[in-house]
C-alpha cells in the first residue's frame, strides 16, 4: 500500500493525482473531486479561502489514510488538499483510490473524504457579496 | 494554612508561559494567529479552556472547538508544557 | 439533468471526462475508472478485447443513467465505454457524476457502475498466453 | 381433424425466417455474428429459444443468456416478428 498526501497552494491536477493511483494490479479507482459551488443555501459565493494547520493537517490526512488501508483492501490511496484563495468551479480537494476490486475502492475513498471533513484541521472561508463565514464555526 | 500558602507560592513559581496557535475563526477571536498566556505548570487542556474562555467569551460561541497538543487532538484531562505545540481547532470544514 | 453516453474504440480521457460533468453548480464530483488488471485469480493477462451490442448498450446505460437521476438528486452523468482491444492499465470504463452535494455523486456513481456490469450488452474476453476466456459465460 | 389439419396448414404457410444476432461467446456457439432461422409466425422468445438449443447445445452450457428484441431485453412469453431485431445476449462481462 502506498499513499501520497499533499496540501498545496496551486490548482490541483485530476490527471495527475489518477495517473499516480493507476497501477496494472489494480482492477477499479474510486475518485472524488470536490469542486467550489457558486452558491451556499441559495445565497452567491464570491471565492473560498481555505486555510490549514499545515503540520496537523498532513499527519490526520496520513491517519486516515492508515484507517482506510487497515479496513479495506486497497494498493493506493492519494489525498490532495488546496489551501489559499479558490475561485468558482475550483478543486479544494481530490481523493483518488485504487483497488484490486471496485467496491473497495468506493468505500475507502468515501470514507476518506466523509473522515476528512470531521477531523483535518482545514478551514473554509466563504466571501459573499455582503461579508464572510468561516464555515462551521457556528451553531 | 501553611501547606495552603505553600501550594499557591509553588504555583505561582511554576508557572509557565505558553504560546497558543490560532486558525480559523479562532484567529479573529484572538485577533491573532497567537497569542500568549501564563498557565499553571500542571495545567490541562480543560484548565487552559477554562482560562481562554474566561478571556474570550466568544470561544463559548463557537458549535466547538478541540484543543491540539503537538499536532494531535487532545482530551480534556491532557497536561500541557512549556515545549508542546498548542493550538486551538475551531470546527473544521475542509474537503 | 444532463447525460453524456458513449461507446468508443480509441483510448478514453480521465481529464475530458471530468471536465466535462464539472460545473459550477455542483460541489462533487464522484468518478469509478475501471482499468486492465494484468491478472486474473493469479494468472497473467496478456490484454483484453470488449464487444458491444452497440445500440442496445447505448440504450442500456442511457436506462441506467436515467434511473439514477431519479434515485438521487445529481446533475451530470458521464458514462464512457471502449470497445476493442485493450492492453494492461488501459481504461475499460469511466463513470462521472456530478451532483450539489457529494453522498448523491457517490450513491449515483456506486449504481450506475454496479447495474452497467450486470445488464449492459459488452461482453470481455481475458487472453492469456495458453488461451482465451469469454468473463462470465459458463458458470 | 379438419380444424387440425387447417391449423397445421397455416402454421406451415405462416413460418417466418428470422435473422439473430450474436455477440461474445455466442457468436462461437453459432459459428458467426448472425444465423437466420425459421420460426412459425407466432413464436415467442421461449419458442425461440427451444429451436436455438437445439441445434446449438451449448447454448445450455451457459451460465445464463437472454433474447434481446429490438435492442430490449425480452421476456419468454414475448412474441417475435418477422421486423423485429432479434439477438442472443450471453452473460454480459462490461465495466
Given at each position: 500500500m502506498s499513499t501520497e498526501i499533499k496540501l498545496s497552494v496551486s490548482t490541483l491536477n485530476v490527471q495527475q493525482c489518477i495517473d499516480w493511483v493507476?497501477?496494472?494490479?489494480?482492477g477499479g479507482i474510486n475518485v472524488f473531486i470536490g469542486t467550489v459551488r457558486n452558491a451556499t443555501k441559495g445565497k452567491p459565493v464570491v471565492r473560498l479561502e481555505f486555510e490549514a494547520y499545515d503540520k496537523m493537517a498532513i499527519a490526520e490526512m496520513e491517519k486516515i489514510a492508515k484507517q482506510a488501508a487497515e479496513k479495506w483492501p486497497v494498493q493506493k490511496i492519494l489525498i490532495h488538499h488546496r489551501t489559499g484563495v479558490l475561485q468558482i468551479g475550483e478543486i479544494p480537494v481530490i481523493i483518488a483510490v485504487a483497488a484490486a476490486h471496485r467496491d473497495a475502492a468506493f468505500d475507502a475513498c468515501r470514507y476518506i473524504i466523509d473522515t476528512l471533513k470531521q477531523t483535518v484541521p482545514i478551514w473554509k472561508k466563504e466571501i459573499f457579496e455582503d461579508g464572510e463565514v468561516w464555515v462551521a464555526a457556528h451553531p | 494554612m501553611l501547606m495552603l500558602f505553600n501550594a499557591r507560592y509553588l504555583s505561582t513559581l511554576t508557572q509557565m508561559k505558553i504560546n497558543i496557535l490560532a486558525f480559523g475563526i479562532a484567529k479573529e477571536i484572538f485577533g491573532g494567529t497567537t497569542i500568549n498566556l501564563d498557565v499553571d505548570?500542571?495545567?490541562?487542556v480543560s484548565n487552559l479552556k477554562y482560562l481562554l474562555e474566561g478571556k474570550y467569551?466568544?470561544?463559548?460561541?463557537?458549535a466547538a472547538y478541540m484543543v491540539a497538543v503537538n499536532s494531535e487532538y487532545a482530551l480534556d484531562g491532557d497536561t500541557i508544557t512549556e515545549r508542546d505545540e498548542i493550538a486551538i481547532i475551531p470546527p473544521v470544514s475542509g474537503g
Open positions: 493507476m497501477s496494472p494490479e489494480c | 505548570n500542571d495545567a490541562t467569551p466568544r470561544l463559548k460561541k463557537l
